[in-house]
């Protein structure tokens, strides 16, 4: 399925969300994690994949890998440990603490009986229960029913408290800030709910940290180097963050902004079509885990509503079949570790492309200039293996040759 956006619009960014989210702020946020030990010393990799533009007769194609971001292999880590670092400095402000000794552990001590709980599919809170075992807190992670073991036990690893339940993720979002309430713990989540939105923003600007590195060479006040932006849904967190960044930057001149989610978890799809946040109308069982979700972030919303483009849903089928075009090196072009959610943006890219209609409402054509996210690595990697044909290791060690092969190291390939 795929809509169109009767409310997108092109201005200069809105005055009372910069309030909100801001390059300012990001780019601060991006200093504070530049000292964490637990993240990759220099950007992520946005690699180039020329061949497979020309098969998909799109003029360039690039994919920002956050597979490479950190050992938690996924952009979730630019999104909670900042939030948890905000919200210590905001309960502690009398303290003169900085991000700097927070995530060394030099606060730990009077952190230690300090609890913080969220919901998640798997990589938030991953990321949460690294960054509160960094400054020294308690973590606690409610995982629902369709989250893997292997998932469950990466973020055991991390030292978290992990409280299961039967139902689905919106349930897992409830149950972590019931337990909140009862117990004066602090919730850390992706998705804002009524009263609740300081968290969340601030993990959505973490996620502007990406922006912020594909542009560092772009100089202020030059055109867009890409004219469409292609992003994952999930309740809109990623999403959010992305485009303010976008959108502040180069205001009506805007690149054009396509989000996708799995067809049975469209929740942001569903906002477009009845103009307001809303719930998504399937199962919200998919392959695709950070991305099924059943209700879209309010929050995120007053950001997506203005700005993107096009909604649209991909099949499971889909995504899988885009993470071994990426595994393969597809037209051969380097191999990628990618994810089940992280394959999202490549298979809507794909679907688009082999629609007609589709490609021409998008505007999409030969001179266009494509960014697709890789969010995550194999954070499942059983689950990789299974659909991809070989671990992830294999993969690697296929990137390693490709690029041994062109006479250079890992890093931007442009």
């Not at 709980?117 to 020294?136: E, V």
């Not at 309740?235 to 009506?252: D, I, M, N, P």
């Not at 671990?391 to 062109?406: F, K, N």
Request: hydrophobic fraction near 45%.
């Amino acid at each position: 399925m795929h809509l169109l956006n009767p409310q997108a619009i092109r201005r200069p960014y809105d005055a009372d969300l910069r309030k909100v989210m801001s390059i300012a702020a990001g780019r601060e946020s991006r200093a504070w994690l530049s000292t964490w030990n637990r993240l990759a010393p220099t950007p992520t990799p946005a690699w180039s994949l020329p061949k497979l533009a020309a098969a998909l007769k799109v003029g360039a194609l690039h994919v920002k890998d956050e597979s490479k971001r950190s050992e938690l292999g996924s952009f979730k880590a630019l999104g909670a440990p900042i939030a948890l670092l905000r919200l210590v400095l905001r309960r502690w402000p009398d303290q003169a603490w900085n991000a700097a000794d927070l995530l060394a552990g030099l606060h730990a001590k009077p952190l230690h009986d300090f609890v913080v709980i969220s919901a998640t599919d798997g990589n938030h809170g991953r990321a949460l229960a690294a960054a509160a075992q960094s400054m020294g807190c308690r973590c606690v992670i409610v995982l629902h029913a369709h989250v893997s073991l292997e998932r469950e036990d990466a973020i055991a690893a991390f030292d978290a408290d992990i409280i299961r339940i039967t139902g689905n993720y919106d349930e897992s979002v409830f149950e972590a800030a019931r337990l909140a309430a009862t117990n004066g713990w602090e919730v850390v989540s992706d998705t804002s709910y009524e009263g609740y939105e300081e968290i969340p923003r601030d993990v959505m600007q973490g996620y502007g940290v990406l922006v912020d590195e594909l542009l560092e060479d772009s100089p202020e006040g030059s055109h867009c180097p890409f004219t469409h932006v292609v992003l994952q849904g999930g309740v809109g967190g990623l999403a959010a963050g992305v485009v303010s960044h976008f959108w502040e930057r180069y205001g009506a001149n805007r690149p054009t902004f396509i989000v996708v989610e799995p067809e049975q978890a469209d929740c942001l799809y569903q906002s477009a079509l009845r103009g307001c946040a809303s719930r998504a109308t399937g199962t919200v069982d998919s392959v695709m885990a950070g991305l099924a979700c059943g209700e879209t972030s309010p929050l995120a919303w007053r950001f997506l509503q203005p700005t993107v483009d096009m909604f649209m849903t991909v099949t499971d089928a889909q995504a899988e079949a885009a993470m071994r075009d990426l595994a393969d090196g597809a037209a051969g072009d380097i191999p990628m570790v990618s994810g089940e959610s992280g394959a999202a943006g490549l298979a809507a890219l794909q679907a688009l492309i082999g629609n007609t209609e589709m490609r021409q409402q998008s505007g999409i054509d030969a001179s266009s200039r494509v960014v697709l996210f890789n969010t995550e690595g194999a954070t499942a990697p059983g689950v990789y293996k299974g659909i991809v044909g070989r671990g992830a290791d294999a993969v690697m060690t296929a990137q390693r040759s490709w690029l041994e092969r062109q006479g250079t190291s890992e890093g931007r390939l442009t």
